[in-house]
């Protein structure tokens, strides 16, 4: 990880009240899960996955191709679920796509609006 990631992954915690304290819930939270996951238990992750099919109104995924945090396979899965979606990798793009690749995250948005009718922009 960067500098800028840690950053940003540590920030919420770091500038509000209380922030050490839900940092510290949302560990014991994550280890639970995990445990959860490794026992092959029910875990708010297959919970998660079992209702994506849910999910039938038009998506858009955006994926940094060099995501560190997650794969683009990540990325390809989640499409794999979701009946009405569309994966779009971001080139030259990390994990936050908004701060690496504004320009490129803007305009996949802006065709993606476009092309399931959402907005009629020329």
Known sequence: MTFEE???A???YLEF???VTKF???LQQSAKEIERLLKNEQNIISKI???LVKITFPTLILWGEQDNWFSV???EKLHACLPNSRLKI???CGHDAAAGSPEALNAAI???LRDTGVVGLA
């Open 90 to 92: 971001i080139s030259n």
């Open 10 to 12: 540590s920030y919420p």
């Open 24 to 26: 510290a819930e949302e």
């Open 49 to 51: 996955q079992n209702n």
């Open 110 to 112: 802006l065709e993606f």
């Open 73 to 75: 396979k990540n990325g």
């Open 6 to 8: 840690v950053y940003w």
């Open 17 to 19: 009240p209380n922030g």
